[in-house]
């Protein structure tokens, strides 16, 4: 988009010369003293070709962001320094800064499903503003957190009568996208083995609006059973603000049913941090036939924000990239049952999640996550207490295996890639639990620190990504190791 005009070999030869004079010409729309103060080659310093080099193409790159992508700059001039003892030069510029470019237009190419619209509003310019080749820049990173694109083009600056044109050119890729996960526990203490399973259904661009809708459903046990809603209206009103609402329910054995709903309203503040309102509601039904336990009937209402920040390159099998995600809620919590009055206490729940992922090498990345959940309040309730433990927290042990108010996890994986989306791994997780006393419920005090570890595969195939794992927790023979099966395909 912009280019040098220099003949810098001719100054190869020069050695051990002070800079006596910068000095530029052909310039308007940014003055020489503002053009000059942000080189690093100054009057007094010694000349280096290099140097000049890279003070051409950061004056370049600054008029790119102000509306000038056609600017050209040359050397007029190396000339020896006048009246001077030592021996110095006078270094002479030229600038052409080419024409002034507002955006006009901006053309979608190769969309088919998707609305022009939802591609133009995601680039975050706006029709008439002038270019700036860092907003362009991001172009690729905001339409590539859609997930619905296979492939994102750098966007093509051109000029027509009413000023520029910029076209984004894209290539949709399957934006339904099937998970299912397949486990198997095996027995232990003369309980029988059995199978776990999860079912999950995305469809990340309804009507090519982007609109979303996830499904899931999980099994963990014989009597063990989790469903789940969500669905997203992006850009409400044409505003960038994007409603959310989601449903979930947990059939626990025969001791109860919990249920939630989640309304949350998620802000665009800057490129690529959203800030989100929530409002949440949740109750717990004990089971009629319950006894011997005093579980007691709840309901829980909720509000808080969510900070989130995420510069991942690819949402389903990412090579580099940050997540990093905080939440606090806080709101009211009434019990009540058959034999006692009602009574209410303050409830407040902290979450966090922070993934890093760096190539230390080529073909091969290092993830790391981190993981956090708290929630306090009076009387803590078997069913209100967080789960840990599984293929997707803490692998090694069985599916939700702990319980309590307060856990967290990691899990580090080393990947050795075979294609984008294709990769062998080795990884370590570690979790804590702390269970709080609930004499009542049964529950008592506890807390501990496990480890998990094993290795794994996912491919890409035909019928979309097969993962397989092994993991083994903190003392497990190999035959006590649990496998996981899994398939994302997209459709």
């Known amino acids: 988009m912009w280019c040098i005009v220099a003949c810098l070999a001719s100054t190869a030869n020069i050695a051990q010369v002070k800079v006596a004079s910068l000095s530029v010409t052909g310039n308007a729309a940014l003055s020489s003293t503002e053009l000059l103060q942000h080189f690093e080659l100054q009057p007094n310093s010694l000349f280096e070709k290099e140097i000049l ?3 051409l193409h950061a004056l370049l790159s600054r008029y790119e962001t102000i509306g000038y992508p056609f600017a050209r700059v040359s050397i007029e001039a190396i000339t020896p320094a006048q009246a001077t003892d030592s021996m110095s030069i006078d270094i002479h510029l030229n600038v052409v800064e080419g024409q002034f470019v507002k955006i006009n237009q901006i053309k979608p190419a190769g969309n088919k499903e998707t609305l022009d619209d939802v591609i133009i509003r995601e680039t975050g310019i706006r029709l008439g503003e002038e270019y700036n080749i860092d907003r362009v820049a991001k172009i690729r990173n905001r339409l590539n957190r859609l997930n619905i694109f296979s492939q994102v083009g750098d966007p093509e600056l051109t000029m027509n009568d009413s000023g520029g044109v910029l076209t984004i050119p894209v290539m949709e890729g399957n934006t339904n996208t099937f998970d299912g996960v397949l486990g198997y526990i095996p027995a232990t203490n003369g309980n029988d083995g059995y199978f776990t399973g999860l079912v999950n259904i995305s469809m990340r661009n309804l009507f090519g609006s982007a609109r979303k809708l996830n499904v899931l459903w999980q099994r963990e046990g014989t009597n063990i059973q989790e469903i789940a809603l969500r669905y997203n209206e992006p850009w409400l009103f044409n505003y960038p603000v994007d409603l959310e609402g989601s449903f979930r329910q947990r059939q626990q054995d025969t001791t109860y049913v919990r249920r939630g709903y989640i309304l949350k309203v998620d802000f665009h503040l800057f490129d690529e941090f959203f800030l989100a ?3 949440s509601y949740e109750s717990i039904i004990p089971a009629n036939s ?16 969510e900070l989130r920040y995420d510069s991942r390159n690819d949402m389903i099998s990412p090579t580099n990239g940050v997540l990093y995600r905080s939440e606090y809620q806080i709101g009211k919590k009434t019990e009540s049952s058959q034999v006692t009055s009602a009574t209410s206490s303050t409830v407040q729940k902290l979450e966090l999640d922070a993934v890093w992922l760096v190539q230390p090498f080529t073909r091969q990345v290092v993830s790391l996550e981190l993981h956090g959940r708290e929630r306090s309040s009076d009387n803590i309730g078997i069913g209100e207490l967080y789960r840990l433990g ?5 692998r090694g042990y069985r599916e939700n295996q702990f319980l309590g108010s307060r856990i ?6 080393y990947r050795f890639l075979f294609s984008r989306r294709s990769f062998f791994f080795g990884f370590f997780d570690t979790g804590y639990y702390f269970l709080p006393d609930n004499q009542s419920q049964g529950l008592s005090s506890a807390q501990a620190f496990n480890y998990g570890y094993g290795i794994g595969t996912r491919i890409e195939t035909a019928i979309g990504i097969v993962g397989v794992s092994f993991a083994l927790g903190e003392g497990d023979s190999f035959n006590q190791g649990k496998i996981h099966f899994g398939l994302v395909n997209e459709f």
Request: hydrophobic content about 25%; aromatic content about 6%.
């Open 53 to 55: 080099e890279q003070d």
């Open 277 to 279: 309102g929530i409002f």
């Open 290 to 305: 319950l006894t011997g336990v005093s579980l007691r009937s709840t309901q829980t209402t909720t509000t808080g924000l």
């Open 390 to 394: 599984g293929s997707t927290t803490l």
């Open 408 to 413: 967290g996890w990691t899990n580090l994986e």
